[in-house]
């Protein structure tokens, strides 16, 4: 399969602890972008990489969130001291040319009890 | 975050009928995209619109770019069991940003 991966496809944790998601974009793409997805709503823009450099980031992304892609191919996002609001879909996608173009992985569905 | 608004929210048809749905913004935006998303997936790319009035066709499914660059239409015609899920437009100005529709969750009855 060549589309984009995420990893894991979900994950429970307790509020207060740290938890990382990994995406795999498609390989030739050098493009990739994070989006949170609540139940009922659509996907909302969090960050986009071009290559390793993280070139926006929307305010959505509090100081607990940190996201990175070090070598310009996978991803990871992190959330520190989770709480019960972060519990979301995590959606990762990727693109050649401009967002127009971008190919969503499956996503990670976080709960935090 | 800032989302568009998509009508209907909801709905219910018979397999064979065709479907309207639509999405309007109070800005004016550049690029509208149709996305499709089945329970537990990624959204997947259906058709996107880069020139206000353009009318696009991909198979069953066709959308317009409003002229007011400020609405989109998506019509899919003859719906089968399988257009069962989640309908999200999507629009930017032209930044890496894409904003996200309220979506439309269309179930087709056998």
């Known amino acids: 399969d060549t589309g984009v991966s995420q990893d894991p496809r979900h994950k429970i944790t307790k509020r207060g602890q740290n938890v990382t998601f990994r995406c795999d974009p498609i390989?030739?793409?050098?493009?990739l972008y994070w989006y949170r997805q609540t139940l009922g709503q659509g996907p909302e823009f969090l960050t986009y990489f071009q290559n390793e450099a993280q070139l926006e980031k929307s305010r959505l992304l509090s100081d607990r969130f940190s996201a990175e892609r070090p070598k310009g191919s996978f991803s990871t996002l992190e959330i520190q001291r989770t709480e019960q609001g972060d519990s979301a879909m995590y959606l990762c996608?990727?693109?050649?040319?401009?967002?127009?173009?971008?190919?969503f992985g499956p996503g990670t569905r976080l709960t935090v009890l | 975050g800032q989302q568009l608004n998509q009508s209907p929210q909801s709905m219910f048809i018979q397999e064979g009928e065709d479907v309207s749905m639509n999405c309007t913004s109070s800005?004016?935006?550049?690029?509208w995209l149709w996305y499709k998303q089945d329970p537990g997936e990624g959204p997947v790319l259906l058709i996107a619109l880069y020139k206000a009035g353009e009318l696009t066709s991909n198979g069953r499914l066709t959308a317009q770019f409003g002229i007011t660059r400020k609405d989109s239409f998506l019509n899919i015609s003859a719906s089968i069991p399988s257009d069962v899920g989640i309908y999200f437009c999507?629009?930017?100005?032209?930044?890496?940003?894409?904003?996200f529709g309220t979506g439309t969750r269309l179930k087709v009855l056998a």
């Open positions: 390989s030739e793409h050098n493009r």
């Open positions: 996608a990727s693109s050649v040319k401009g967002p127009d173009t971008q190919y």
């Open positions: 999507a629009e930017t100005s032209g930044t890496y940003k894409y904003i």
């Open positions: 800005s004016i935006f550049n690029t």
